[in-house]
């Protein structure tokens, strides 16, 4: 893998730009793996990248049936925060924020991550006690954050009306490390160094079958062929349910339909993420002016990658009362993607009961954010068969008791 | 847009009168199951990419519970059925056999 660096930059232009290679391999799948990913999307090629990086272990297989980062790690709002109220997950997901700054370095490519920091309003006196709460908690937890006042949230916001008709802002909580990164360039950048360290990224390939030989996995039969492997990861969200069926055990989890969609192009206007989860709305600026919008999930069953128009009315609805601006937006696209969601709202990062099939799923709403530490933590237990990070998200939590209730510290916006 | 007919008053919903409640014919486990059962019940649920079938309210409508079976790979709705059933009537079934006559959901066939 050549590096990318100004000199390669000036190399190329004195070439015409002919010696740029591809950014990843596209090998045909060899017979047999040390460890399979299921599923190229941010978590898996982080998985496979910390594999190699933490553990030394390249000897992998990163297989996808659609395109690299086609699913949800190219359909979310890119937003990165990690002001969560419970122990486990303020840990992982500050991890993941705190790998993402220095994202870029550590790949050689440039995943634009902007810490322009987050806000999320407090529109009910009910919000304001549990962001104060947050705050507090966060403040234990070793993760900047600080709750605001509504003239400090007309500061760092001056297109934001405060006094909505229905819901005023009383305040805010305000996660100034956190911001935005370019979501396609994160799988592209795992993709790339993945490749370099001798992995094989297999798109267009997908798993029709897992192979499980008394009480392990053999391997996976795909529509490139079998492919043997001593361990398999599955990171596949929306998909979880039907893949964790064919290795025979079944997961706490329903796939529901989440959507975005963004504005045509402004000038700069708004240099923070907002976050309304009474609403259900959040907002951010994109690096080519769209205005990046995202709500709730529908309440039922979905695999279409399509959600229902009334969500994104309700979505627009409530960003226009808070920010009457939009209102004169014509909306440009508008997109679905599938995500997994658990009984209590937090992922499972977890043994399974096949004894060597890894799963890490359930992150609903929120996985972008959350893709390197996600990937660490996953890595270490795949390698090592316990990590700290994850330790928490075992799918056995449900059966204990034990959940990570982050659903009412969230609400519903991730 | 995902458009049921309410069997009670045979009202054409569309969503924004629906209310989704979930899986249907969950079947209750309480004090004297076993700590398996009442996992299962409380948390696993049915996610199929395909013939599902679930509980709706006709919430701005009668306000009555009912069932439908629908697909969720491509949103169609094989048919609605009354909620005073423990397993989906035989001509609901047949509709989803004439379309996808490889279908099984749970015990169902």
């Known amino acids: 893998m050549k590096r990318y660096s100004v000199f390669a930059v000036a190399r190329e232009a004195l070439r015409y730009h002919s010696g740029w290679e591809r950014a990843w391999r596209s090998p045909e799948p060899k017979r047999h793996y040390d460890v399979i990913i299921v ?21 992998v297989a990163v ?16 937003i990165i925060r990690s002001n969560y109220l419970q122990d486990p997950s303020a840990a992982i997901y500050e991890k993941a924020r705190s790998l993402y700054e220095d994202m870029s370095q550590d790949l050689n490519y440039n995943v634009m991550f902007s810490p322009r920091g987050v806000l999320m309003l407090a529109q009910t006196q009910h ?18 954050t600080e709750f605001v006042s509504p003239q400090r949230v007309k500061e760092i916001v001056p297109i934001i009306n405060l006094d909505g008709p229905r819901y005023p802002v009383l305040g805010a909580l305000w996660q100034e490390r956190g911001g935005t990164a370019r979501h396609d360039a994160v799988a592209w950048g795992y993709a790339r160094a993945c490749s370099g360290m001798g992995m094989d ?30 361990k398999l990861g599955m990171l596949v969200a929306g998909n979880a349910s039907v893949l964790s069926e064919m290795a025979g055990f079944r997961l706490p989890m329903e796939s529901v339909a989440l959507q975005a969609l963004v504005s ?66 014509k909306m440009l696209r508008q997109w679905g ?63 204990e008791g034990q959940f990570i209730d982050e659903s009412v510290a969230a609400g519903v916006a991730h | 847009m995902l458009i049921l007919e309410c069997p009670y008053c045979g009202v054409k919903a569309e969503e924004t009168e629906l209310h989704a409640g979930g899986e249907a014919h969950l079947k209750r486990f309480g004090p004297g199951s076993s700590d398996d059962e009442f996992h299962d019940y ?4 049915e996610n199929p990419k395909g013939v599902h079938f679930e509980r709706w309210r006709h919430v701005n409508g009668c306000g009555k519970w009912f069932h439908a079976a629908r697909c969720t790979m491509t949103l169609e709705v094989f048919g609605t059925y009354s909620a005073q059933t423990y397993e989906p009537p035989q001509d609901i079934r047949d509709a989803i056999s004439a379309k996808r006559p490889d279908w099984s959901w749970r015990e169902f066939k």
């Not at chain 1, 297989?63 to 890119?78: A, C, S, V």
């Not at chain 1, 919000?127 to 900047?144: F, W």
């Not at chain 1, 390939?205 to 490139?224: F, I, P």
């Not at chain 1, 069953?301 to 601006?325: C, D, K, W």
């Open chain 1, 201 to 230: 990224i297999i798109q267009q390939c997908e798993v029709t079958g897992v192979r499980v030989e008394n009480g392990r996995v053999a391997g996976v039969d795909t529509s490139k062929g079998p492919i043997d492997c001593d």
């Open chain 1, 127 to 144: 919000e304001i006690r549990g962001y104060q709460r947050t705050a507090h908690a966060n403040a234990l937890q070793g993760v900047e």
């Open chain 1, 39 to 59: 599923g190229a999307g941010g978590h898996g090629l982080a998985t496979a990248y910390y594999l190699g990086k933490n553990f030394g272990i390249t000897n």
């Open chain 1, 337 to 399: 993607g599938i995500v997994d969601v658990t009984g209590d709202r937090s992922p499972i990062i977890s043994k399974t009961p096949v004894g060597n099939v890894f799963v890490n799923c359930g992150w609903g709403t929120g996985g972008f954010k959350s893709i390197p530490g996600s990937g660490w933590g996953m890595a270490e237990l795949m390698a090592t068969g316990h990590s700290s990070l994850t330790e928490a998200f075992t799918i056995d939590r449900f059966k």
């Open chain 1, 63 to 78: 297989i996808e049936k659609g395109w690299l980062g086609g699913g949800n790690t190219g359909r979310n709002t890119t």
């Open chain 1, 264 to 329: 045509e192009p402004i000038k700069p206007c708004m240099d923070v993420v907002v976050m309304a989860n009474t609403v259900h709305g959040y907002m951010s600026q994109s690096d080519k002016g769209e205005m990046v919008i995202g709500g709730g999930t529908d309440g039922f069953n979905n695999y279409t990658q399509r959600g229902s128009f009334h969500h994104i009315e309700e979505t627009v609805r409530a960003l226009n009362e808070t920010f009457p601006m939009v209102s004169r937006l």
């Open chain 2, 42 to 45: 409380l948390f696993m649920r």
